[in-house]
T-cell receptor
Framework: QQQVKQSPQSLIVQKGGISIINCAYENTAFDYFPWYQQFPGKGPALLIA?????SEKKEGRFTISFNKSAKQFSLHIMDSQPGDSATYFC???????????FGKGTLLTVNP | DTAVSQTPKYLVTQMGNDKSIKCEQN?????MYWYKQDSKKFLKIMFS???????INETVPNRFSPKSPDKAHLNLHINSLELGDSAVYFC??????????????FGPGTRLLVL
C-alpha cells in the first residue's frame, strides 16, 4: 500500500523554467510534509517542509503548496537551474514515532 | 566535520556471506534510522532506534539485525546475504526532543553489491 503517491517520475525543464512535482497522501494522520533533494551518490537532504496549518511555504526559489481537503501537496521550483538537477522526494509523517513515508521520487533534469 | 557518517562506503561480497555496516552521528541526536534505497531509487525505512530502544521495525527479513550500542551509533548486520539485498543503505538521525523533531539528516550511504 503506497501511502504517498508522487508524480511525475521524471521531469525535464529548461533553464529558467518552473518545475512542478506533485504528491498525494491517504493517511489523514499525517501532519508533517517535507521535501528531500538527493544528488547522485549522496544521501537525501531536507529541502523544505510544511505543516497542514498553512497552505503555502516559500524559501527562496522553492515553494510548497498544500491542499488539505484534497490531501495533496506540491513543490514548485522557480527559475530552475542546471544545479537543481537531482531526485526529489516528497514524504509525510504523523504520530508519535515520526516515521517518514516517502514518495517514489522524481528525477529532475534542468537543461542549460 | 561529518554529521552522519557510514562505513564502508562500498561493499562488494558474495552470496551467503555475513556483513556489517556502521553508522555514527555527531549531532547529539537521540534517534537513528536505517533505510534501504533500491535500484529504482525507492526509499524505505527498515528500523529506528530512540535512545537505544527499537521503535520502528518494518517488515524486514530477520537476516537483518540492527544494533545500537549508544545514542550516537547504529549498526546493521546482515546474515546470509542474497542477491536482492543489493541496494544503497542509508543511515539517518533526528532529534525527537528538538524543535524540528521530524527532520532527518542522512548519511552518504553504503552501496552494497551482492554477487
Amino acid at each position: 500500500q503506497q501511502q504517498v503517491k508522487q508524480s511525475p517520475q521524471s521531469l525535464i525543464v529548461q533553464k529558467g523554467g518552473i518545475s512542478i512535482i506533485n504528491c498525494a497522501y491517504e493517511n489523514t494522520a499525517f501532519d508533517y510534509f517535507p521535501w528531500y533533494q538527493q544528488f547522485p551518490g549522496k544521501g537525501p537532504a531536507l529541502l523544505i517542509a510544511i505543516r497542514p496549518d498553512v497552505s503555502e511555504k516559500k524559501e527562496g526559489r522553492f515553494t510548497i503548496s498544500f491542499n488539505k481537503s484534497a490531501k495533496q501537496f506540491s513543490l514548485h521550483i522557480m527559475d530552475s537551474q542546471p544545479g537543481d538537477s537531482a531526485t526529489y522526494f516528497c514524504a509525510a509523517s504523523g504520530g508519535s514515532n515520526y516515521k517518514l513515508t516517502f514518495g517514489k521520487g522524481t528525477l529532475l533534469t534542468v537543461n542549460p | 566535520d561529518t554529521a552522519v557518517s557510514q562505513t564502508p562506503k562500498y561493499l562488494v561480497t558474495q552470496m551467503g556471506n555475513d556483513k556489517s555496516i556502521k553508522c555514527e552521528q555527531n549531532l547529539g541526536h537521540d534517534t537513528m534510522y536505517w533505510y534501504k534505497q533500491d535500484s529504482k531509487k525507492f526509499l524505505k525505512i527498515m528500523f529506528s532506534y530512540n535512545n537505544k530502544e527499537l521503535i520502528i521495525n518494518e517488515t524486514v527479513p530477520n537476516r537483518f539485525s540492527p544494533k545500537s550500542p549508544d545514542k550516537a551509533h547504529l549498526n546493521l548486520h546482515i546474515n546470509s546475504l542474497e542477491l536482492g539485498d543489493s541496494a544503497v543503505y542509508f543511515c539517518a538521525s533526528s532529534n525527537r526532543r528538538g524543535g524540528e523533531k521530524e527532520t532527518q539528516y542522512f548519511g552518504p550511504g553504503t552501496r552494497l553489491l551482492v554477487l
